[in-house]
Protein backbone atom coordinates (compact mmCIF):
# COMPACT_ATOMS: atom_id res chain seq x y z
CA UNK A 1 0.00 0.00 0.00
CA UNK A 2 3.00 2.34 0.56
CA UNK A 3 4.34 1.63 -2.39
CA UNK A 4 1.28 2.52 -4.59
CA UNK A 5 0.69 5.93 -2.68
CA UNK A 6 4.35 6.66 -3.33
CA UNK A 7 3.84 6.02 -6.56
CA UNK A 8 0.28 8.17 -6.54
CA UNK A 9 2.69 10.96 -5.11
CA UNK A 10 5.44 11.21 -7.04
CA UNK A 11 2.80 10.99 -10.52
CA UNK A 12 0.99 13.90 -9.04
CA UNK A 13 4.30 15.84 -8.01
CA UNK A 14 5.87 15.10 -11.65
CA UNK A 15 2.79 16.14 -13.08
CA UNK A 16 2.49 19.66 -11.06
CA UNK A 17 6.39 20.33 -11.59
CA UNK A 18 5.46 20.08 -15.35
CA UNK A 19 2.93 22.52 -15.15
CA UNK A 20 4.77 24.85 -12.88
CA UNK A 21 7.45 24.93 -15.77
CA UNK A 22 4.41 25.24 -18.75
CA UNK A 23 3.29 28.01 -16.77
CA UNK A 24 6.37 29.99 -16.47
CA UNK A 25 7.07 29.97 -20.21
CA UNK A 26 3.17 30.97 -21.37
CA UNK A 27 3.64 33.67 -18.29
CA UNK A 28 7.49 34.38 -19.49
CA UNK A 29 6.95 34.68 -23.25
CA UNK A 30 3.75 36.63 -22.77
CA UNK A 31 5.03 38.42 -20.41
CA UNK A 32 2.23 37.70 -17.82
CA UNK A 33 2.12 38.35 -14.01
CA UNK A 34 -1.25 36.03 -13.68
CA UNK A 35 0.66 32.84 -15.25
CA UNK A 36 3.59 33.30 -13.11
CA UNK A 37 1.40 33.37 -10.54
CA UNK A 38 -0.03 30.24 -11.20
CA UNK A 39 3.62 28.77 -11.69
CA UNK A 40 4.59 29.79 -8.01
CA UNK A 41 1.63 27.49 -7.21
CA UNK A 42 2.53 24.64 -8.77
CA UNK A 43 5.81 24.78 -7.69
CA UNK A 44 4.90 25.38 -4.22
CA UNK A 45 2.55 22.20 -4.60
CA UNK A 46 5.94 20.27 -5.64
CA UNK A 47 7.28 20.75 -2.66
CA UNK A 48 4.17 19.34 -0.84
CA UNK A 49 3.75 16.42 -2.45
CA UNK A 50 7.53 15.84 -2.10
CA UNK A 51 7.14 16.75 1.77
CA UNK A 52 4.27 13.89 1.35
CA UNK A 53 6.25 11.61 -0.28
CA UNK A 54 9.46 12.05 1.77
CA UNK A 55 6.94 11.69 5.06
CA UNK A 56 5.35 8.40 3.81
CA UNK A 57 8.93 6.94 2.89
CA UNK A 58 10.71 7.68 5.84
CA UNK A 59 7.49 7.30 8.19
CA UNK A 60 8.37 11.29 9.67
CA UNK A 61 5.04 12.98 11.24
CA UNK A 62 7.12 16.63 10.82
CA UNK A 63 7.06 15.86 6.74
CA UNK A 64 3.19 15.69 7.09
CA UNK A 65 2.57 18.63 9.07
CA UNK A 66 4.83 20.61 6.80
CA UNK A 67 2.74 19.42 3.76
CA UNK A 68 -0.03 21.04 5.10
CA UNK A 69 1.66 24.11 5.68
CA UNK A 70 3.30 24.19 2.31
CA UNK A 71 -0.66 23.00 0.83
CA UNK A 72 -1.71 26.26 2.94
CA UNK A 73 0.09 28.75 1.70
CA UNK A 74 -0.01 27.30 -2.04
CA UNK A 75 -4.12 27.95 -1.49
CA UNK A 76 -2.93 31.70 -0.82
CA UNK A 77 -1.20 31.90 -3.89
CA UNK A 78 -4.25 30.74 -5.54
CA UNK A 79 -6.47 32.85 -4.41
CA UNK A 80 -4.09 35.92 -6.20
CA UNK A 81 -3.57 33.53 -9.12
CA UNK A 82 -7.31 33.40 -9.35
CA UNK A 83 -8.23 36.55 -8.52
CA UNK A 84 -5.88 37.95 -11.50
CA UNK A 85 -6.72 35.74 -13.76
CA UNK A 86 -10.39 36.46 -13.45
CA UNK A 87 -9.97 39.94 -12.60
CA UNK A 88 -11.93 39.70 -9.48
CA UNK A 89 -11.09 41.86 -6.49
CA UNK A 90 -11.98 40.08 -3.48
CA UNK A 91 -12.17 40.68 -0.02
CA UNK A 92 -9.62 37.64 1.06
CA UNK A 93 -6.68 38.44 -1.07
CA UNK A 94 -5.28 41.08 1.36
CA UNK A 95 -1.87 40.25 2.96
CA UNK A 96 -4.15 40.87 6.67
CA UNK A 97 -6.31 37.77 6.14
CA UNK A 98 -3.48 35.43 5.44
CA UNK A 99 -1.25 36.32 7.86
CA UNK A 100 -4.32 35.77 10.37
CA UNK A 101 -4.85 33.16 8.99
CA UNK A 102 -1.53 31.62 9.23
CA UNK A 103 -1.19 32.30 12.92
CA UNK A 104 -4.47 30.55 13.96
CA UNK A 105 -2.75 27.52 12.05
CA UNK A 106 0.19 27.91 14.17
CA UNK A 107 -1.66 28.28 17.45
CA UNK A 108 -4.31 25.51 16.60
CA UNK A 109 -0.75 23.26 16.50
CA UNK A 110 -0.29 23.69 20.22
CA UNK A 111 -4.08 22.71 21.09
CA UNK A 112 -4.46 19.36 22.98
CA UNK A 113 -6.18 18.13 20.00
CA UNK A 114 -5.78 15.06 18.18
CA UNK A 115 -3.80 14.84 14.75
CA UNK A 116 -7.03 14.43 12.31
CA UNK A 117 -8.63 17.42 14.02
CA UNK A 118 -5.34 19.13 13.64
CA UNK A 119 -5.57 18.21 9.95
CA UNK A 120 -9.04 19.17 9.69
CA UNK A 121 -8.32 23.07 11.01
CA UNK A 122 -5.66 22.98 8.57
CA UNK A 123 -7.61 21.85 5.23
CA UNK A 124 -10.20 25.18 6.19
CA UNK A 125 -8.45 27.81 4.62
CA UNK A 126 -7.90 25.04 1.26
CA UNK A 127 -11.30 24.13 1.76
CA UNK A 128 -12.78 27.80 1.31
CA UNK A 129 -10.58 28.88 -1.58
CA UNK A 130 -11.25 25.38 -3.49
CA UNK A 131 -14.84 26.42 -2.72
CA UNK A 132 -15.06 29.94 -4.15
CA UNK A 133 -12.88 28.57 -7.17
CA UNK A 134 -15.47 26.48 -7.95
CA UNK A 135 -18.30 29.01 -7.24
CA UNK A 136 -16.73 31.96 -9.61
CA UNK A 137 -15.96 28.86 -12.21
CA UNK A 138 -19.45 27.39 -12.32
CA UNK A 139 -21.22 30.62 -12.71
CA UNK A 140 -19.89 31.64 -15.79
CA UNK A 141 -21.06 30.48 -19.24
CA UNK A 142 -18.03 28.80 -20.94
CA UNK A 143 -18.34 24.89 -20.87
CA UNK A 144 -13.82 25.12 -19.81
CA UNK A 145 -14.93 26.86 -17.04
CA UNK A 146 -17.48 25.08 -16.33
CA UNK A 147 -15.75 21.96 -16.42
CA UNK A 148 -12.60 23.59 -14.03
CA UNK A 149 -15.46 24.46 -11.81
CA UNK A 150 -16.19 20.78 -11.46
CA UNK A 151 -12.60 19.44 -11.17
CA UNK A 152 -12.17 22.23 -8.57
CA UNK A 153 -15.19 21.05 -6.72
CA UNK A 154 -13.43 16.84 -7.15
CA UNK A 155 -10.28 18.75 -5.25
CA UNK A 156 -12.58 20.38 -2.56
CA UNK A 157 -14.53 17.16 -1.83
CA UNK A 158 -11.31 15.56 -1.21
CA UNK A 159 -9.61 17.70 0.50
CA UNK A 160 -12.79 18.02 3.19
CA UNK A 161 -12.64 14.01 3.09
CA UNK A 162 -8.90 13.73 3.03
CA UNK A 163 -8.53 13.21 7.34
CA UNK A 164 -10.56 10.31 7.18
CA UNK A 165 -9.03 8.86 4.14
CA UNK A 166 -6.26 8.46 6.77
CA UNK A 167 -7.74 5.72 8.71
CA UNK A 168 -8.97 3.81 5.91
CA UNK A 169 -6.30 2.70 3.71
CA UNK A 170 -7.79 1.34 0.18
CA UNK A 171 -9.86 5.03 0.71
CA UNK A 172 -7.03 7.38 0.93
CA UNK A 173 -5.56 5.62 -2.55
CA UNK A 174 -9.00 6.36 -4.15
CA UNK A 175 -8.80 10.08 -2.68
CA UNK A 176 -5.35 10.18 -3.98
CA UNK A 177 -5.62 9.48 -7.47
CA UNK A 178 -8.93 10.89 -7.47
CA UNK A 179 -6.79 14.24 -6.37
CA UNK A 180 -4.00 13.44 -8.62
CA UNK A 181 -6.13 12.76 -11.79
CA UNK A 182 -8.22 16.08 -10.59
CA UNK A 183 -5.24 18.23 -10.32
CA UNK A 184 -3.77 17.67 -13.29
CA UNK A 185 -6.27 18.66 -15.76
CA UNK A 186 -7.53 21.59 -13.26
CA UNK A 187 -3.85 22.60 -14.15
CA UNK A 188 -4.14 22.44 -18.10
CA UNK A 189 -7.89 23.66 -18.18
CA UNK A 190 -6.40 26.88 -16.03
CA UNK A 191 -3.93 27.63 -19.16
CA UNK A 192 -6.62 26.62 -21.29
CA UNK A 193 -9.27 29.57 -20.23
CA UNK A 194 -5.88 31.64 -19.39
CA UNK A 195 -5.47 31.02 -24.11
CA UNK A 196 -9.42 31.74 -24.35
CA UNK A 197 -9.08 34.66 -22.73
CA UNK A 198 -6.18 35.66 -24.88
CA UNK A 199 -8.05 34.90 -28.11
CA UNK A 200 -11.04 37.10 -26.79
CA UNK A 201 -8.68 40.07 -26.52
CA UNK A 202 -6.91 39.29 -29.85
CA UNK A 203 -10.76 39.63 -31.24
CA UNK A 204 -11.56 42.84 -29.16
CA UNK A 205 -8.72 44.60 -30.24
CA UNK A 206 -9.30 43.77 -33.93
CA UNK A 207 -12.68 44.93 -33.37
CA UNK A 208 -11.26 48.22 -31.93
CA UNK A 209 -9.11 48.34 -34.47
CA UNK A 210 -10.82 48.15 -37.33
CA UNK A 211 -13.47 50.59 -35.57
CA UNK A 212 -10.74 53.30 -35.54
CA UNK A 213 -9.41 52.47 -39.00
CA UNK A 214 -12.79 53.39 -40.31
CA UNK A 215 -14.74 55.91 -37.58
CA UNK A 216 -13.34 59.26 -36.72
CA UNK A 217 -12.65 59.74 -33.09
CA UNK A 218 -13.71 63.34 -32.58
CA UNK A 219 -17.56 62.71 -33.90
CA UNK A 220 -17.89 58.79 -34.12
CA UNK A 221 -18.76 59.24 -37.56
CA UNK A 222 -17.16 56.98 -40.41
CA UNK A 223 -13.71 58.63 -41.69
CA UNK A 224 -12.23 59.45 -44.88
CA UNK A 225 -10.91 55.64 -45.48
CA UNK A 226 -14.21 53.96 -44.99
CA UNK A 227 -15.71 56.99 -47.35
CA UNK A 228 -13.27 55.09 -49.83
CA UNK A 229 -13.73 52.43 -49.52
CA UNK A 230 -18.09 52.81 -50.33
CA UNK A 231 -17.18 54.62 -53.08
CA UNK A 232 -15.65 51.35 -54.40
CA UNK A 233 -18.48 48.69 -53.43
CA UNK A 234 -21.37 51.47 -53.84
CA UNK A 235 -20.19 52.22 -57.53
CA UNK A 236 -22.19 49.41 -58.87
CA UNK A 237 -25.36 50.11 -57.42
CA UNK A 238 -28.24 50.75 -60.03
CA UNK A 239 -30.70 52.84 -57.79
CA UNK A 240 -30.60 56.41 -57.72
CA UNK A 241 -28.03 57.53 -55.01
CA UNK A 242 -27.36 61.09 -53.71
CA UNK A 243 -24.07 62.71 -53.25
CA UNK A 244 -24.31 65.47 -50.20
CA UNK A 245 -21.42 67.75 -48.76
CA UNK A 246 -21.96 69.67 -45.78
CA UNK A 247 -19.57 72.07 -44.80
CA UNK A 248 -19.44 74.67 -41.66
CA UNK A 249 -19.22 78.46 -42.86
CA UNK A 250 -17.99 79.99 -39.19
CA UNK A 251 -15.70 77.28 -38.25
CA UNK A 252 -12.15 79.43 -38.63
CA UNK A 253 -14.48 82.22 -36.68
CA UNK A 254 -15.50 80.39 -33.87
CA UNK A 255 -12.04 78.94 -33.71
CA UNK A 256 -10.42 82.44 -33.01
CA UNK A 257 -13.00 83.86 -31.15
CA UNK A 258 -13.80 80.90 -29.07
CA UNK A 259 -11.13 78.63 -29.07
CA UNK A 260 -10.31 75.22 -31.29
CA UNK A 261 -12.04 73.17 -27.88
CA UNK A 262 -15.87 74.90 -28.42
CA UNK A 263 -14.73 74.67 -32.75
CA UNK A 264 -14.91 70.82 -31.65
CA UNK A 265 -18.04 70.91 -30.26
CA UNK A 266 -19.65 72.43 -32.93
CA UNK A 267 -18.32 69.93 -35.12
CA UNK A 268 -19.23 67.08 -32.62
CA UNK A 269 -23.15 68.88 -32.63
CA UNK A 270 -23.44 68.99 -36.58
CA UNK A 271 -22.06 65.25 -36.59
CA UNK A 272 -24.73 64.71 -34.10
CA UNK A 273 -27.52 65.98 -35.76
CA UNK A 274 -26.34 64.08 -39.20
CA UNK A 275 -26.70 60.87 -37.06
CA UNK A 276 -30.36 61.68 -36.07
CA UNK A 277 -31.15 62.38 -39.92
CA UNK A 278 -29.33 59.34 -41.44
CA UNK A 279 -30.27 55.42 -41.72
CA UNK A 280 -28.46 52.48 -41.68
CA UNK A 281 -29.63 52.79 -45.89
CA UNK A 282 -26.70 56.11 -45.96
CA UNK A 283 -23.20 56.69 -45.63
CA UNK A 284 -22.45 59.82 -42.83
CA UNK A 285 -19.08 60.53 -42.98
CA UNK A 286 -16.37 63.23 -41.62
CA UNK A 287 -14.45 63.79 -44.84
CA UNK A 288 -12.01 66.13 -42.72
CA UNK A 289 -11.94 69.19 -40.86
CA UNK A 290 -15.37 70.79 -40.63
CA UNK A 291 -16.47 68.47 -44.13
CA UNK A 292 -19.57 65.82 -43.71
CA UNK A 293 -20.29 63.72 -46.70
CA UNK A 294 -23.53 61.76 -46.91
CA UNK A 295 -24.36 58.83 -49.45
CA UNK A 296 -28.12 58.24 -49.99
CA UNK A 297 -30.40 56.37 -51.94
CA UNK A 298 -33.70 57.61 -53.85
CA UNK A 299 -34.89 59.95 -56.19
CA UNK A 300 -34.04 63.61 -56.78
CA UNK A 301 -36.56 64.65 -55.48
CA UNK A 302 -36.40 62.91 -51.48
CA UNK A 303 -32.86 63.66 -51.50
CA UNK A 304 -33.62 67.30 -52.05
CA UNK A 305 -36.00 67.38 -49.03
CA UNK A 306 -33.59 65.89 -47.15
CA UNK A 307 -31.36 68.53 -47.53
CA UNK A 308 -33.61 70.75 -46.68
CA UNK A 309 -34.79 69.15 -43.53
CA UNK A 310 -30.82 68.83 -42.35
CA UNK A 311 -30.16 72.62 -43.10
CA UNK A 312 -33.34 73.72 -41.13
CA UNK A 313 -32.26 71.78 -38.35
CA UNK A 314 -28.80 73.01 -38.17
CA UNK A 315 -29.72 76.67 -38.22
CA UNK A 316 -32.06 76.07 -35.30
CA UNK A 317 -29.76 74.76 -33.24
CA UNK A 318 -27.27 76.17 -31.15
CA UNK A 319 -23.96 75.61 -29.37
CA UNK A 320 -23.50 77.95 -26.34
CA UNK A 321 -25.53 80.47 -28.13
CA UNK A 322 -23.55 80.29 -30.84
CA UNK A 323 -25.86 79.37 -34.58
CA UNK A 324 -24.90 76.19 -36.30
CA UNK A 325 -24.19 77.97 -40.13
CA UNK A 326 -23.60 75.25 -42.73
CA UNK A 327 -23.36 75.28 -46.67
CA UNK A 328 -24.65 72.45 -48.56
CA UNK A 329 -24.19 70.77 -51.69
CA UNK A 330 -25.74 68.20 -53.59
CA UNK A 331 -25.63 65.85 -56.79
CA UNK A 332 -27.70 63.29 -57.76
CA UNK A 333 -27.65 60.34 -60.38
CA UNK A 334 -30.21 58.56 -61.96
CA UNK A 335 -28.39 55.54 -63.46
CA UNK A 336 -24.59 54.19 -62.35
CA UNK A 337 -23.43 55.81 -65.51
CA UNK A 338 -21.69 58.59 -63.65
CA UNK A 339 -19.53 57.42 -61.16
CA UNK A 340 -19.34 58.31 -57.77
CA UNK A 341 -16.08 60.02 -57.20
CA UNK A 342 -17.54 62.38 -60.05
CA UNK A 343 -20.92 62.40 -58.30
CA UNK A 344 -18.93 63.83 -54.82
CA UNK A 345 -16.68 66.14 -57.16
CA UNK A 346 -19.78 68.32 -58.38
CA UNK A 347 -21.86 67.71 -54.79
CA UNK A 348 -18.41 69.47 -53.38
CA UNK A 349 -17.96 71.73 -55.91
CA UNK A 350 -22.14 72.75 -55.50
CA UNK A 351 -21.00 73.27 -51.71
CA UNK A 352 -18.50 75.88 -52.41
CA UNK A 353 -20.74 77.27 -55.11
CA UNK A 354 -23.25 77.87 -52.04
CA UNK A 355 -20.47 79.11 -49.23
CA UNK A 356 -19.22 81.70 -51.62
CA UNK A 357 -22.83 83.14 -52.46
CA UNK A 358 -23.05 83.40 -48.31
CA UNK A 359 -19.73 85.35 -48.23
Not at 103 to 112: D, K, R, Y
Not at 137 to 144: E, G, M, P, R, V
Request: contains cysteine; negative net charge; charged residues 15%.
Amino acid sequence: METFLLIVSLFYMSGAFVLSLTNYLVGYFSMSKTMKHWSKFWGVIVIAYGLLYLGIFYEIDLYYGVFYWAVVIAAFIKITALSNLLAINIPHNGIMYKVIVLIALFVSMFLPIGNVTRIVIFTVPIFLVYTWASYVFLKSSTWIRRSTGLLALMININIFLYPWFLQLSDQMVYGFIILGVAGLFYGLSIIGIYFEMMMNEQSVLKQELYYLSYHDVLTGLNNRAYFEQQLIELESVEHPMAMIVLDLNNLKEINDTYGHLQGDLVIQKVAEIIHQKTDDTMVSVRFGGDEFIIIMQGDEESSKAFVKDLIATCQETEVDNIRLDVAVGLAHRSKSTVSLETLFETAEKNMYQNKNRRN
